[in-house]
Every structure is written in C-alpha cells, then in structure tokens.
C-alpha cells in the first residue's frame, strides 16, 4: 500500500494504511470438475471490496479479469481475459478501496472465476480491507490535484452493506460512492 500511495505522490502514515488494510480475511475456494463449464459458475463477474487482494492461485488456470473500458485497443475493450497462472507467483487485484482512495487513479479489477472439465480448482485470496468503522474517501491531495473528488465519503460498513447487496454484478458497487458529476 505504502509503495502505491507513493507512487501518487502521496506519503501515508504507519496509521492510514493500518485502518485501510487493520481487517484481514482468507478465504479458501474449491472448484469442482463440471462436465460443461459453461452451464456453470466458479465465482461471478465482481470487483473485491477492499484496499488490496492477494492471491495464491493453482496451476490450473480459471480466473479472468475484464479489460477496462477506458483503454486505447478498442478491439480489447470489455474482453474477457484469462490471467494464467505462474508457478509461486502471487496475484494481486487492486480493490474498491483504493480506487476510491486514490480518486479513481488505481482502478479495482473487475474478475470472475470459471470452472475447467477437466481438473478442480483451488484458490486462496487473503482480503486486506479498512475496519468496518473506518471513513473511505479520496485522498486530499489527489482530490485537489484532480479538480474535486470522484468518491464520496463512506463508512466502510455501509460500503460493504452495499457491496454485497450487489453481489457478483460487476462493479456496480462503486455507483454508490460515487459523485454524480463525475
């Protein structure tokens, strides 16, 4: 988090990042082998709610993320890619908290999951997200560099009791912090 902050030009404190990331959860996901994978749903179509995901997934391969919308290759635009996965590497997924954080600049990854019909999948995502009393806004600093904030002030409670009223529908979450004019 220090590392990304930074990279907007933006030193947090030791305290920021613990109520950013102070909540800790790890999930562990098994997919079953399907005959047909597509009549069927690892996870939907979502973005994680919070600060950063990190990722251990196995070598069977099943996660995909949406290329965003806002890229140059029209071509790509809202494609669906398979992320392969690589030996000991760790995956880690931008989430709803930092694009708020940073004003919009970190965009949360919007991803799914597929089964395969041909081995089960493992995976296993530890979610670093804020406490559930803690405020999410944009920073001042990337407020005031970008003309006013995109993201409205939330309490991450009420944000997660949004979130997961809008459970695997894509980043529709996000509509709920955001500032109309934007």
Known sequence: MEVLL??????????KIDALTGSKMVNMNFYPTCPD??????????????ALTVLLQDGIGGLYVKV?????DVAKKGEWVEIPPID???????????????????????????????????????FTMPKPTEKIEPLPQLAERDGGARFR????KDYMNNFFSNAHDGKKSLHFAQVNNH
Request: net charge negative; hydrophobic share 30%; proline share 4%.
């Open 153 to 156: 002030e939330v309490v991450f």
């Open 68 to 72: 965003e919308e806002d890229i140059e």
């Open 37 to 50: 994978p597509e009549l069927t749903v690892g996870v939907g179509r979502h973005s994680d709610l919070g």
């Open 88 to 126: 000991g590497a760790l995956v880690i997924n931008v989430g709803d908290t930092l694009q708020m954080l940073s004003n919009g600049k970190y965009k949360s990854a919007e991803h799914r999951v597929r089964t395969t019909s041909t081995k089960s999948r493992v995976s296993i995502p530890l």
């Open 6 to 15: 930074e990279n907007l030009g933006v030193k947090p404190d030791d305290t």
